[in-house]
């Protein structure tokens, strides 16, 4: 069926604002899935001969921001989808890094409450600013690689990595290694990130949970 998912490799999905699904594959970029026909009615993959298209056809992360563009977290950078014209803008950290497999890879994508964007690779690229103007980027954290980024209800920007937990110090532009003043135990290979009504954070990592304290 032409009009189906074209895999069941779908690692990634975000809904948009009519009650369609954004799906990110393994191997078939980008497609938009509508929940009233049932149906894909968008695809969006590379075309060597357009650098406006998508950079690489896995996609780790789907997100939307608060403009309504879409972007892909591939494992060659992030694209963000223009969908007036279809077209994709890409914000490839590591040029010259051309592993399959490698810096590039992009695991995490946010924006946040100042309206930074902010593109978290794994394989040790670290995390990084992107102006979606000029296309800079300002990397942090390199060597790092990151699996996941969060903003708390106090406007607290986290990173989870397989180095252990960081936040963001706005005021000397870097970020900070957290250590639980309340537990001893290192916090290591972070999976996720959540926050409760009582302003615990939740980590997930590789083998244990941990809740950080609102007086963190």
């Keep these: 069926n032409p009009a189906s998912i074209s895999t069941n490799g779908v690692l990634a999905l975000t809904p948009d604002n009519k009650g369609n699904f954004w799906l990110g594959t393994i191997g078939y970029g980008i497609e938009l899935f509508s929940t009233k026909s049932k149906k894909v009615i968008a695809r969006y993959s590379p075309d060597s ?18 403009a309504g563009n879409v972007w892909g977290g591939t494992f060659r950078g992030a694209n963000m989808l223009d969908q007036k014209t279809g077209k994709f803008t890409r914000f490839v950290a590591y ?3 051309t592993a399959a497999f490698g810096k590039n890879l992009v695991s995490a994508i946010l924006q946040d409450k ?15 600013t992107v102006n979606t103007t000029t296309g800079a980027l300002k990397t942090y954290l390199q060597g ?13 920007f986290w990173a989870g990595a397989v180095e252990g937990l960081f936040y963001f110090d706005r005021e000397n532009d870097a970020f900070v290694k957290f250590n639980d003043p309340f537990n001893l135990s290192a916090i290591i290979d972070v999976r996720a ?12 990592t590789s083998n244990t949970i941990k809740r950080i304290s609102p007086k963190r």
């Design 114 to 128: 100042h309206n930074t964007c902010w593109i978290g690779s794994f394989v040790g690229g670290g995390i990084h």
């Design 144 to 156: 790092t690689s990151i699996s996941n980024v969060f903003e708390d209800s106090d406007g607290r």
């Design 49 to 66: 001969l357009d650098n406006r298209s998508m950079s690489n056809d896995s996609v780790v992360r789907v997100y939307r921001d608060k």
């Design 193 to 204: 990130i959540i926050e409760d009504d009582d302003k615990n954070l939740w980590i997930t």
């Design 95 to 97: 040029p010259s890094d």
